[in-house]
């Protein structure tokens, strides 16, 4: 059956339709490619040889798919019928770390799923201006540690733009973003991936009205030694919704989300200048929001394990933190700040000559204000890490909001500019 | 040695081939087809061999072999390179890949043997890869033969191409070949500013005994220095940089041999500016960072490649090393390479093995 499809079964399924005329240099055409035995090839085909300006539209239909597909053209853009129409199925994939890579700028995709690829579903790498619209992302089994790793996940680019996209059951990030600047995350839905979203090692990024349900941990921000760009920073997160993320981590050993316990509402690690206001936290059976430091050894003289200037503002904290997942992360929390986990618990790690003399320079201290808590719940705990670990009988976590009773100006909003203008204008 | 054997009854079988298709050979090679903005359909129009089954090279089509070769499911492969006439040399660099002017062609042909017990014998062609220098910068264009071997015809999309073969131990097997697609080049045919480039032809790569034709022992970039393909650089051999072959234990000390087939095998993606430089693990043979070359380095976007492990490079346990683990596999999720193979690499393997476990 394989070998067919390599062979033209001389129906028209492909079809050049040319738009343009002669007097124009950027000539633009459009492909239009259906479902069939020889999808492969036809997709792959007009992704190689569309000009800069040509649209490859999909129809609608199952593409049943056994090779991961590559763009390389700048300013092309692939679009479906919807994402529960136009179908890329990667069920028998036989080689390709993902399924559709983007290497060339300012992308638009829109409109189409990608499902069950063996990697990563779609990956957008070094690129400037990549939109993401109304795509579908997902493992059809539910949750599985044989589940591709990141759903959409663009890497060390700038303006990027993901609105009204679906991702699930990723066994990393439903929606990754890393080592990249200028980001855009919004009206979009992860569940049932080991980590909603995740901006890792990244600057200048919106995350807002996006709802993560269901996940082992919502809303990851991280930042991670070795790498090329690091020193993740100007993160704002608002007006989502992160509510029941209980579902048990399935991310294979080795891969930093698997540390994530399950029941986790969100986790700032590392970074600078992160805002997160107006945010719906509840029914996260860990807790609601942790503030950490990175906590493993690292090799890296450049890299800043502490996270500085999180400021947590006019969100709402309904019922969590009751049952803390019983994992490593998760037993520390029950240990050190005990149950009902408080909605916002800070790991109180600084590097060792300020935790022991100086304390936090009082400019990076964690900021919060605002926030609605429920009457019998505790706001926030510093779970006081260090002394845990180097002499536990004198531990002792503390409570007192007081200390952080305070504030940041507000982050400037990103823009995010792709073909010329903001990305917002490329929805219709 | 059975190279030189392979070679020259290749040369023996082909002349006589030639001497019967003489009417169709190209006499000399096309330069204005090969700088042509649009690829030629067949392979021979471009006339870099002498005969359409392509086994007698033009002439100014030189071979050239490397001392760590990327493996690609124990394809044989054949390297030729070709500059027109007039070209100026270009510059001996001991730091990238050598500059080879606008007008060469960089000639890569892919083939299998029908029993590797002998493995000199009824070679078939798979493939031929030309990256050719254009005015616009380098360009890659697979052609892939036919069943009768008279001739390869331009694949842009892709192919895969099942290839029945009889192991060393006599076992039959099947080989799922790839043909990659024009993106799939440049998956890793890519240099820091993202523009198309050769990986291969590097110094260090070069810098070994060339098995030319008059059967003399030149150093390989001596002998391109003679014909005028390379100008400059040390005289002597032992000057210039060199990594050993993998798999000569002669050439080198079991570190040297490992981080050479690491080289071969994953820098061309896994440096600095390359495609994986994403995940900070950077493996061409320069890098002496140990947690950049995978010494206790946690993965960053492994997924299911981690295989449970939690770093790249465990010392003294190959077991517990994310490296290895994704050299034994073959499921495209967690492979390493992603691309070019479909079977694993037994003796890569057991060298990258006896490697860590050496490491304290």
Redesign the interface.
């Known amino acids: 059956m394989k070998k067919s499809v390599q062979k033209s079964f001389g129906v028209a399924l492909f079809t050049l339709v040319v738009t343009g005329v002669c007097n124009s240099a950027i000539a633009k055409s459009e492909y239009f490619v259906s479902p069939g035995p020889d999808a492969q090839e036809k997709l792959q085909e007009a992704m190689i040889v569309a000009e800069p300006g040509d649209v490859i539209k999909l129809d609608a239909g199952v593409f049943a798919l056994s090779d991961g597909l590559s763009l390389d053209v700048d300013n092309v853009t692939i679009s479906g019928q919807g994402m529960n129409k136009s179908i890329l199925s990667f069920k028998s994939q036989k080689a390709g770390s993902e399924g559709l890579l983007v290497t060339s700028n300012q992308v638009v995709l829109k409109d189409f799923a990608v499902e069950d690829t063996k990697g990563d579903a779609i990956k957008v790498k070094g690129v400037d201006g990549i939109a993401m619209i109304r795509l579908r992302v997902e493992w059809t089994g539910g949750p599985k540690t044989t589940n591709g790793a990141y759903g959409l996940y663009p890497v060390q680019s700038k303006n990027v733009y993901i609105d009204g996209c679906v991702a699930i059951a990723a066994s990393d990030a439903g929606i990754y973003v890393g080592q990249s600047d200028q980001i855009i995350v919004r009206n979009s839905r992860a569940e049932y991936n080991v980590a909603g979203v995740e901006i890792e090692n990244s600057f200048n990024a919106d995350v807002f009205d996006n709802v993560f349900t269901n996940n082992t941990g919502g809303m990851l921000v991280f930042d991670l030694p070795n790498l090329p760009q690091q020193g993740g920073r100007d993160i704002r997160f608002f007006r989502n919704i992160s509510k029941d993320n209980n579902t048990p981590n399935f991310a294979p050993e080795g891969n930093i989300v698997a540390i994530v316990p399950s029941g986790t509402g969100m986790i700032v690690m590392a970074n600078e200048n992160v805002e997160i206001f107006d945010n719906e936290f509840s029914g996260n059976d860990t807790m609601n929001v942790t503030v950490a430091s990175y906590f493993d050894d690292y090799d890296d003289d450049t890299y800043k394990p502490t996270p500085k200037k999180i400021h947590i503002h006019d969100n709402v904290f309904g019922k969590s933190g009751l049952k803390p997942d019983s994992g490593m992360f998760g037993t520390i929390v029950n240990e050190t700040v005990g149950t009902p986990v408080p909605d916002v618990v800070w790991d109180g790690v600084l590097p060792l000559m300020d935790y022991v003399f100086f304390g936090q320079a009082e400019g990076d201290k964690l900021a919060m204000h605002d926030n609605k808590h429920l009457a019998d719940s505790r706001p926030f705990g510093n779970a006081n890490m260090i002394m845990h670990v180097i002499a536990p009988i004198f531990h002792e976590a503390k409570f007192d909001l007081e200390p952080y009773n305070k504030s940041y100006p507000s982050l400037p909003v990103v823009e995010v500019i792709i073909r010329g203008r903001p990305a917002q204008e490329l929805m219709n | 040695m059975a190279l030189r054997i392979f070679r020259g009854l290749l040369l023996a079988v082909t002349l006589l081939t030639v001497a019967l298709n003489l009417p169709q050979a190209a006499e000399t090679v096309n330069d204005q087809l090969l700088m042509a903005k649009k690829p030629a359909r067949y392979l021979s129009e471009y006339g870099l061999f002498l005969d359409k089954p392509a086994r007698i090279p033009n002439a100014r089509v030189i071979s050239y072999d490397l001392n760590n070769p990327l493996f690609t499911d124990y394809a044989q492969k054949l390297r030729y390179i070709y500059m027109p006439e007039n070209s100026a040399p270009a510059p001996y660099n001991e730091s990238d890949v050598i500059e080879f002017p606008v007008g060469s062609v960089l000639i890569k042909t892919f083939a299998y043997p029908r029993d590797f017990r002998s493995p000199d014998k009824d070679i078939s062609f798979i493939e031929t890869r030309l990256l050719i220098h254009k005015k616009e910068g380098w360009k890659a264009y697979p052609y892939v033969w036919n069943a009768d071997q008279s001739d390869a015809k331009l694949k842009?999309?892709?192919?895969?191409i099942?290839v029945s073969v009889i192991w060393e131990d006599g076992s039959k097997g099947t080989v799922?070949y790839?043909v990659p697609?024009?993106?799939?080049c440049?998956?890793c045919h890519?240099n820091a500013l993202?523009e198309f480039a050769p990986i291969g032809p590097k110094v260090r790569n070069l810098n070994r005994i060339h098995h030319s034709d008059a059967g003399q022992r030149h150093n390989q970039i001596a002998y391109l220095r003679d014909l005028g393909f390379i100008g400059g650089g040390p005289d002597k051999a032992s000057e210039m940089p060199k990594v050993p072959e993998p798999f000569t234990i002669s050439d080198g000390n079991l570190f040297d041999r490992s981080r050479s087939y690491l080289d071969g095998n994953c820098a061309h993606c896994h440096s600095?500016g390359r495609?994986a430089?994403?995940?900070?693990l950077y493996l061409n043979f320069e890098e002496n960072r140990?947690?950049?070359w995978g010494v206790?380095?946690?993965?960053?976007?492994?997924?299911?490649?981690?295989?449970?492990?939690?770093?790249d490079i465990k010392p003294g346990r190959p077991d517990q090393s994310?490296l290895l683990f994704r050299m034994q596999s073959t499921?495209?999720?967690i492979m390493m390479p992603?691309?070019g193979r479909?079977l694993i690499h037994k003796e890569g393997i057991e060298l990258i093995e006896k490697f860590i476990k050496a490491l304290d």
Do not use: C, F, W, Y
């Open positions: 842009v999309a892709g192919k895969r099942p799922d790839a697609n024009m993106n799939q440049k998956g890519v993202k600095p495609p430089d994403t995940s900070g140990e947690v950049h206790n380095k946690p993965p960053v976007a492994a997924g299911r490649g981690s295989g449970g492990h939690l770093v994310i499921d495209p999720g992603e691309l479909s």
